[in-house]
Each structure stands twice: as C-alpha cells, then as structure tokens.
C-alpha cells in the first residue's frame, strides 16, 4: 500500500513493479530512457524525473504511455550522475540534499536533449512534462526556452519560482486538492499571477482528494477511490500535449 501515512514532505507512493519498454542510451554528457513509438513521429516530449530520479519505473511507465500515444519519449539523467533520493534517506538532510540539484539549472542538459531529439530521431515538435522536481524544471523551461513548444507540470514545487510567472509557451499546471507539499493558497497565488502576467495559453487544474504525486505515483488497483482522477489526469496531459504539438 501506499506508505501516506509517513510524515515525510515527498512521498514515493507506490513504486511500481515495472521495466519498461524503452532502452537507455548515452545522450551527450547525460543517461537517459528512450521509448519509441512504431509509426515514425516527428514529436517528442522530454519527460523530466522528480527527486527519486531517471530510473524510477514509475516515471518511465509515463514515459512509455507517452509513446502509445504517438510520442518519442526521453527521460534523461538530469541529476547527471549524482545520486537520487532514495525513501530511505534521512530526511533531515532533504534540503541541503536537494541544494545541489537545481531544477533552474536545467539547460545545458535539455540543450544537448533536443540536440539528439532533433539530429538522431527526427523530433520537430517537442514538449515537456516533469513531475514535483521536475514540474519546477518545467516552469523554468516554460519561462526561457524558446524551442520547446509546450509543457505540463505536475505538482511542480511552486515555491521554486513563485515571482516568475511570463511564459513563453502554452503550459499546464495540475495539482492534488490534498498536497502537504504544495498549499492551495500557492496554486490560488499562481493562477493570480498568471492571469497578470502570462500572454499564452495556461491551464490550472486541482484535483480534488489528490495527494502529491498522484498522477505517476499511485495504482489504480490498490487505490480504487483515486482511479478516475489518476485516469483524469494522464488523460488530460496527454489532451494538453496532442493539442499543441
């Protein structure tokens, strides 16, 4: 089940029992998974990995969702390396841990990502989506990366970038009602400064009973009463992606 009741600020929910259909390949400086779809495409999305890092099954599980709707789907090493988080880490120690991992310095990484998406796999229309850590790294992507052409956060770290809010391209935030991470009064602020501030397309979506993590963290199976939001939310990633790529 899942460990919930652990006071713990990022939980794991539960991990899955999965490979993947994919393959992991040298990309520049950086590892990363790779899934392809049969058709050729000419669009992928980057899938960025939250604190417990590019090899959790889960992460890669959406990864290959992504591929059976039509996308190459890559997610790279972007802690190049260092190590992840692991449950069983002390977490007294999270926030200097987490210090030399900046989901702001993301650049160089998705430069070289887009580089072979481009010359090795023929992407011309490429997205983002990212998960806690990574949904932060999303909304600073959104802020200054001029060849991506959209992306989705999911419960994305607000706090990261609260005073940032002029997006360059269409961006989805989805969020859970029931976050101990992220408070509803940060999403109510995010969306005021959004509507201030932004001059694209944006979408924020809470749903309701949701704890954090819920889209690639929790099974249907043994959360029977989350299915339709955890159903709701991959689907309405996957609706927000086919609408702009």
Same mark, same amino acid.
């Given at each position: 089940?899942?460990?919930?009741?652990?006071?713990?600020?990022?939980d794991?929910?539960?991990?899955?029992?999965?490979?993947?259909?994919?393959?992991?390949?040298?990309?520049?400086?950086?590892?990363?998974?790779?899934?392809?779809?049969?058709?050729?495409?000419?669009? *992928?999305?980057?899938?960025?990995?939250d604190?417990f890092?590019?090899?959790?099954?889960?992460?890669?599980?959406? *990864?290959d969702?992504l591929?059976?709707?039509?996308?190459?789907?890559?997610?790279p090493?972007?802690?190049?390396?260092q190590?992840a988080?692991?449950?069983?880490?002390?977490?007294?120690?999270?926030n200097?841990?987490?210090?030399?991992?900046?989901?702001?310095k993301?650049?160089?990484?998705?430069?070289?990502?887009?580089?072979?998406?481009?010359?090795?796999?023929?992407?011309k229309?490429?997205?983002?989506?990212?998960?806690?850590?990574?949904? *932060?790294?999303?909304?600073?992507?959104m802020?200054?990366?001029?060849?991506?052409?959209?992306?989705?956060?999911?419960?994305?770290?607000?706090?990261?970038f609260?005073?940032?809010?002029?997006?360059?391209?269409?961006?989805?935030?989805?969020?859970?009602?029931?976050?101990?991470?992220?408070?509803?009064?940060?999403?109510?602020?995010?969306?005021?400064?959004?509507?201030?501030?932004?001059?694209?397309?944006?979408?924020?979506?809470?749903?309701?009973?949701?704890?954090?993590?819920?889209?690639?963290?929790?099974?249907?199976?043994?959360?029977?009463?989350d299915?339709?939001?955890?159903?709701?939310?991959?689907?309405?990633m996957?609706?927000?992606?086919?609408?702009?790529?």
């Open positions: 089940m899942a460990n919930e009741s652990r006071p713990c600020p990022c794991i929910g539960d991990k899955f029992d999965y490979g993947g259909r994919g393959q992991e390949v040298q990309v520049g400086h950086i590892k990363a998974y790779v899934s392809k779809p049969s058709a050729s495409t000419d669009k *992928a999305v980057i899938v960025i990995h604190i890092g590019w090899q959790l099954p889960n992460t890669r599980y959406i *990864a969702m591929t059976t709707n039509g996308y190459i789907a890559i997610c090493d972007f802690f190049v390396g190590e988080w692991k449950p069983s880490n002390d977490w007294a120690s999270f200097d841990w987490v210090k030399t991992r900046d989901a702001g993301t650049d160089k990484e998705v430069d070289v990502v887009l580089k072979y998406l481009k010359d090795q796999c023929g992407a229309k490429i997205g983002v989506i990212g998960f806690c850590w990574g949904g *932060a790294a999303v909304q600073h992507l802020l200054k990366n001029p060849h991506l052409k959209t992306g989705v956060s999911l419960y994305g770290v607000i706090s990261r609260e005073d940032k809010h002029s997006l360059l391209h269409p961006t989805f935030f989805i969020f859970g009602e029931k976050d101990d991470i992220i408070p509803l009064e940060q999403v109510t602020l995010l969306e005021q400064k959004l509507k201030q501030n932004c001059k694209v397309d944006y979408e924020v979506k809470i749903y309701p009973g949701q704890t954090h993590g819920f889209v690639h963290r929790k099974r249907e199976d043994i959360n029977p009463q299915k339709p939001y955890i159903e709701e939310g991959r689907k309405d996957i609706n927000w992606l086919n609408k702009y790529l």
